[in-house]
DNA sequence: GCCGTTTTCGGCCCGACTGTTTTCAGTCG
């Protein structure tokens, strides 16, 4: 059982309670023990083992003893029970916007709605409008909810297909006979969503490997089977589809299946104009011999042209400029000299700075930011102005002991919703790195919204817009604004436009990121992380700038300190 | 539910926004 299936169950647990009513400390306590185990280093299962469970922040008497049920039988009787009484597709229901617990309760015990399908028709009928507690225009926003869950119906956030496939490679590799193995499609493109995951794999056998995935328990049912391939549904609700090869054939099929469908179907017009053939099988010359293919790069290079890497394989012009030599030299993990959006227990984060500068030496970054939350973000803890100096002082203490690190002084600073920001211009001109952001008011028309940020990027002390169009995958659109108008501005002042890493936002994503490169404006990949695992997620970030076909001069956390804290100023 | 140089009960992030709005509950971040 891996550490986030455990916390999913932790999540629903409070989901279920909360909508029976439960005690609201008692829910939130389920959540964050969910939060910590889903963000935990080691397994939890090897914690068990060493009788480390009580140590982990967050559980106690009781939730030890639930993940120790969870462990030793597959499931937890509370969560299990609780399901009997509220149908899983009243949790879907709960998850709308403006639907919470108590909404979601009154659908099911007034209208007995259990699904989104019974929620639309009740919509349709008028009825929803009659309860208690809800209104015509709310019932206006649930249809707009549903609409928003069936787009994006069957896909997943990136981040959790790469777990997943990392999990069933692993256990693929034990077998012997498993010469290779690697992700395909759209995840190995590192696409934002992914719609089901793709695996190719070469063996000289391949029913065994087909049998093994079968029994993997990830797996929920298989779909289809053919003599080299299996197609399975999992737990986790994404599908998995795996093809076995022969260690001849692996290369052409792990290109083919890396796609994109429209790039693959250009490269096999471009190899048929010069009388090759490509497919599956291989690279073929007039005379169809087949060519030594060993890697990727060979076709390519067969082609007579540039490699492309798989992030950029969408047929965006990626095959247009590798054959004139014109490929951008684009951005990779290793480019990446520091983040620049981060947080600390000061605010509302878990780790302490110290711990942000151990985890950062160990990235080998030469630089970090700490910025976090200003005043007016309650919730979160955010910082008075004599706090948030405070924490400056004792920045800049710790930077005098620090060799070959800078940490920077920050700030991430709410975007009040009249336009106003959070410090006055006093304080902001203190610190290295002023980070301006949307916290509030999300619902503003496009023009106040828009006005609003380009508010923000007009004061000469805000230096990074974070996280601008405000999406959550999967749990909530952007905000309605005019993206390229407020691009044009950033290139007028100067503002450098944040990708944000995590792999629930990844914002601005890799079109408007594109755009803003074109526009001549500078972008900074950060993490934003609320705790040390976090700082991982960098990868994310990259990847969208990689598909935004972006190089390291146009991102600034690619830069040496100097040059950077030059673009600061 | 968890947590505790306030050790076994009493706290536990808070405020804005919304509404066939009217005085507050629900939702959200």
């Not at 060493?50 to 559980?59: A, C, E, F, Y």
């Not at 030890?64 to 899983?88: D, N, R, S, Y």
């Not at 006005?451 to 169009?469: K, L, Q």
Request: a negative charge; aromatic letters at 6%.
């Amino acid at each position: 059982m891996q550490n986030i299936e455990i916390a999913w169950i932790f999540t629903e647990l409070a989901d279920l309670l909360e909508i029976k009513g439960e005690d609201f400390f008692k829910v939130r306590a389920y959540r964050r023990a969910a939060q910590v185990l889903a963000n935990l280093e080691q397994p939890v299962d090897e914690l068990y083992r060493r009788r480390l469970l009580s140590k982990i922040p967050g559980v106690g008497k009781a939730i030890e003893g639930k993940i120790k049920e969870i462990l030793e039988t597959g499931q937890m009787a509370k969560h299990q029970e609780l399901l009997k009484e509220i149908p899983p597709g009243v949790l879907a229901i709960k998850q709308l916007p403006g639907i919470g617990p108590n909404r979601a309760r009154v659908l099911f015990e007034e209208l007995g709605i259990s699904n989104l399908d019974q929620l639309e028709q009740a919509v349709k009928e008028r009825r929803v409008r009659a309860l208690k507690g809800f209104s015509s225009k709310l019932e206006w926003d649930i249809l707009n909810g549903i609409e928003m869950v069936r787009n994006r119906q069957g896909r997943t956030r990136l981040s959790v297909a790469l777990e997943l496939a990392e999990d069933i490679i692993k256990f693929i590799k034990l077998l012997p006979g498993v010469q290779e193995m690697s992700v395909a499609g759209s995840t190995r493109r590192w696409r934002e969503t992914v719609g089901d995951l793709d695996l190719v794999a070469a063996a000289a056998d391949t029913e065994p490997l087909l049998t093994a995935l079968a029994s993997h328990p990830r797996v929920k049912e298989v779909i289809e089977q053919q003599s080299n391939r299996i197609r399975v549904y999992t737990w986790w609700g994404l599908s998995v589809d795996l093809q076995v090869v022969s260690p001849e054939e692996y290369i052409p099929t792990l290109h083919r299946g890396t796609g994109s469908k429209a790039h693959y179907t250009k490269l096999q017009e471009i190899a048929q104009n010069r009388g090759f053939k490509l497919n599956h099988h291989g690279l073929f010359d007039p005379a169809g011999e087949s060519l030594p293919i060993q890697q990727e790069e060979d076709i390519y290079k067969a082609l007579q042209m540039e490699y492309i890497p798989p992030e950029l394989r969408e047929d965006r012009g990626e095959v247009e400029a590798a054959l004139s030599n014109s490929l951008p030299s684009i951005i990779q993990l290793e480019d990446i000299q520091g983040d620049l959006h981060i947080h600390t227990t000061w605010s509302d984060s878990v780790m302490e700075l110290e711990d942000v500068v151990k985890r950062c030496l160990e990235k080998g970054y030469a630089y970090a930011a700490i910025t976090d939350h200003s005043r007016s973000l309650k919730i979160a803890n955010g910082l008075e102005p004599d706090r948030l100096q405070q924490q400056h002082r004792i920045i800049r203490e710790m930077n005098k002991k620090l060799k070959d690190f800078t940490l920077l002084t920050g700030v991430e600073m709410d975007i009040l919703p009249n336009g106003d920001l959070d410090y006055p211009d006093e304080i902001l001109e203190q610190m290295d790195v002023v980070i301006a952001s949307v916290h509030s008011g999300f619902k503003q028309g496009r023009k106040e919204m828009t006005a609003r940020i380009t508010r923000a990027m007009e004061n000469e002390h805000v230096d990074i817009i974070a996280h601008m169009t405000g999406r959550i995958l999967g749990r909530r659109e952007s905000y309605d604004l005019d993206v390229e108008a407020l691009i044009e501005t950033a290139a007028k002042t100067g503002t450098i436009l944040e990708i944000n890493a995590s792999p629930d936002r990844l914002d601005i994503n890799e079109v408007y990121a594109r755009m803003a490169r074109d526009a001549g404006v500078k972008i900074s990949i950060n993490t934003d992380a609320h705790d040390a695992r976090r700082l991982d997620e960098m990868p994310y970030g990259v990847a969208v700038a990689r598909r935004a076909w972006l190089e390291p001069r146009d991102v600034v956390n690619t830069f040496d300190i100097e040059s950077l804290l030059e673009v600061l100023r």
